[in-house]
């Protein structure tokens, strides 16, 4: 069965509608919805009316399956434990415990794999949609469109290829019978770089206003000209992966980014418990949970400065959680309920961007001023002037760690600067995994 796993992602549009949070699977097809039109008739000629459903459709399907890339990039990280009874799999073959090693049929590659892949064909629903559609929009609004669709495949694409890494993604995904092959990760990361950039010039172009609206994580950056802005964040992101330095600055300078400004301004996936809505599915009620927690690993506040303010994204537990020869004295506090939006990206995170480009760039007074902001605003002194750009390096990764703690960044960052192997380690047989496999569906 060709691309099976991929070709699971088209969906049928009620599906897409109620953000597409049903599992894969290889032998089961689709069927046709005789209440809602086929994806076929939407491609082919949709209305206004469908076309910002397929952009709902793709919002809420941002949702599905951040819990499990968050383990993910958590757990091999090292930022945090995940126990739980229902499966063992988080304290075996995520940590590397004992011989355990990475499977690639198995639900911590291929739920995420194909939930962040039916963004992105819904995203390709939408573009073919817009080309072909009759429906009374200017060129300005059709480029909104544009500019929506190409900027969140982006972020899927980026999500995908932080998790198989060197193993490569498949980026030309748009011929449902047609995908193209797995490519390397330089080559992914200059293909989200295009198209962000594509996505950028057709909000550039796309007018005043949305005719879609997005949903309350956007809030701020809903019309055409703000989301560019939310674009080129990402851009940025992007161009330290590729260590494009100058560019990440120039980047910034087009984005939302304010040295000075709230460090948590920016965007984030709206969760909430509210009828037929999704909730978060990352938080789990604290302090004490005996068999379902996340469990910062003791380094990560013991590593921290006296006063760091960010602590607070911790709980100590009264009794020391324990699964097998892992165990932890801190519950993870990021998140303090259901209804509690997961951040895409903020201002906090670009302060820290600004600071590595200009960092490795030869700015170090630059980057020693805004990572300096960062420590001031978590309750932490300025560093002693002076310091080397291998010591500002060490000093942003730090930073970079208690900021973005649990957010799905330690394990790229240290992968990115080729220290995995400093990455502290509960027992000695533990592995520090490098990337995940392709899932066993995918051709290669």
Known sequence: ????????????????????????????????????????????????????????????????????????????????????????????????????????????????????????????VLRHAIDNTTAPLTQEQKNGYLGIAKTLQALMFIQVSNLT?????????????????????????????????????????GGDAFVADLSGGFAGFNTPQTFAQFNRALRARVAVYQQDWGGAIDFLGESFYSLNGDLKAGCYIPYSTGSGEFANQVFI???????????????????????????????????????GNLSSDYDVAVWSSQDDDICIIRNEELVLIA???????????????????????????ALTPGMTQSQLTDEMLKQRRYSLFAEGHRWVDMRRYNRLDQIEKQNADEDIWNAFPIPAAEPQ
Do not use: H
């Not at 499977?103 to 911590?108: G, K, P």
């Not at 019978?177 to 990361?189: R, S």
């Not at 600071?355 to 980057?367: H, P, S, Y």
């Open 285 to 323: 009620s604290i302090p004490n949970q005996a068999t379902n927690a996340r469990v910062a690993l003791n380094f990560w506040a013991e590593d921290a400065e006296t006063g760091d303010l960010r602590l607070s994204k911790v709980v100590q537990r009264s009794e020391t959680a324990v699964s």
């Open 355 to 381: 600071a590595e480009a200009q960092i490795q760039n030869g700015d170090l007074a630059g980057g020693e001023n805004a990572l300096n902001v960062i420590r001031n605003a978590n309750g932490l002194d």
């Open 165 to 205: 890494y060197s193993n490569g993604i498949r980026v030309d995904v748009e011929d449902p019978d047609n995908y193209g092959p797995i490519v390397d990760y330089n080559t992914a990361l200059d293909f989200i770089a295009t198209l962000l950039d594509d996505g950028y010039s057709d909000l550039q172009n």
């Open 1 to 124: 069965m060709k691309n099976n796993l991929l070709k699971t992602t088209i969906v049928g549009f009620a599906t897409l509608v109620a953000m597409l949070i049903g599992t894969s699977s290889c032998n089961i097809e689709q069927p046709e919805d005789p209440n809602a039109p086929s994806v076929d008739a939407i491609e082919s000629d949709a209305t206004i009316s469908e076309l910002n459903n397929v952009v709902t459709g793709m919002i809420g399907g941002m949702r599905d399956q951040v819990n499990i890339y968050l383990d993910d990039c958590g757990v091999i990280g090292r930022d945090y434990y995940r126990f739980t009874s229902a499966d063992p799999r988080f304290t075996s073959d995520l940590p590397g415990t004992g011989d355990a090693i990475l499977d690639n049929n198995t639900f911590y590659i291929v739920n995420p794999w194909s939930a962040f892949y039916r963004v992105i064909r819904n995203g390709w």
